[in-house]
């Protein structure tokens, strides 16, 4: 209708000018008839709005005008798609989630977290964690619906066995022998630590130990006991008498002398001749030289198959546990020679009374 209009008016201008007048009359209407148009244009858009979807009809041009015009009152945090800028078309969908700030203890570390996850589930999959993964522990559940300000705690959680040794203490067994004087002790055995190992089931939370269980104990080496000999003897009966010695000194040596230039450089004409070291003259089945450091001169002893001595002399090769017994014949003191490990009981100053 327009153009058979324009047809009949362009028909009655003969004159060039006219035409032209004409020509930009009409550009100027299809401008203005085109501008109005676009302002007028609406579009029917799908949106999105946390989960709330809606279809709306709207002449906002861009993705931003159209929120603005829904009161959306969106952050530089949410999630907006398409972009803010993008313009508008028939059948688009816009999609806009709004972030929400948690409270995030990550490993035991509290930090401030923004995220558009609707659920716990979601958000530990956006931070890239497998829930699948067995040593991972997240409160509240993975279904629990998030909310602002809310908390949410990602724990690294394991069990594992542990081993750990130990010493075993040895003890002192203390064995009464009633070989031994009374108050004497005497080490039989020395004592060694044994080792032991424990198996320990270990849980942990974020590094730190929260449970600890022993399972298992083995022994990897047996302790040995330290054993004590204490003396139960109070008084003995050996040779025909009856003492309570004062202490006994095992394994002496014994050997014998004469008072002969031999054993003793003196003859017998020589005014020392049979004297000891105490002053007493030496006697046969008496006299006995000792080192004073371990017999005191002047004691009664009794060795084991010899019998009572007194110890009144010395000697210079007489020195510790050993013990010259004097015979008169040379010959009975050199073919005594050296016998060992002999028991001798330190009685004291005093005879033993002789049994009846």
Known sequence: MIGSSLKKLWGKVSQPYTKKLLIVACFIVACLTLVAFSINEEYDVQVNLNGHEMQVTTQAKTVQELLQKLGIAYTYQDQIDPE??????????????????????????????????QTVGEFIEEQGIELEDENIEVKPDPHHRLYSNQWVEIAEVYETTEE???????????RDDPNMLQGQEKKVADGKDGLGKNVYQVS?????????EKVETHV????????????????????????????????????????????????????QYGITRS??????????????????????????????????????????????????????????????????????????????
């Open 84 to 117: 803010l800028n993008t313009e508008l078309e028939s059948d688009m969908t816009i999609t806009w989630k709004q972030a929400k700030q948690l409270s995030v203890i990550r490993y035991g570390t509290l930090e401030s977290v923004w995220t558009t996850a």
């Open 204 to 212: 942990y939370r974020n590094g730190f130990q929260t449970q600890r």
């Open 164 to 174: 750990e040794e130990f010493t075993v203490p040895y003890q002192t067994v203390r």
């Open 220 to 271: 990897i080496e047996e302790k040995k006991d330290e054993i004590v000999a204490v003396g139960t003897m109070a008084s003995v009966s050996r040779g025909g008498y009856v003492f309570a010695p004062r202490s006994v000194l095992e394994d002496v040596t014994l050997t014998a002398y004469s008072a002969g230039e031999a054993h003793t450089g003196k003859t017998a004409d020589h005014p």
């Open 279 to 356: 002053g007493a003259r030496v006697e046969e089945g008496r006299t006995i030289a000792v080192d004073p450091n371990v017999i005191p001169l002047g004691t009664w002893v009794y060795i084991e198959d010899i019998g009572l001595r007194k110890a009144e002399d010395t000697g210079g090769a007489i020195k510790g546990n050993k013990i010259d017994v004097y015979y008169d014949s040379d010959s009975t003191a050199r073919n005594f020679g050296v016998k060992r490990n002999y028991k001798v009981y330190i009685i004291g100053k005093n005879k033993p009374a002789a049994l009846e």
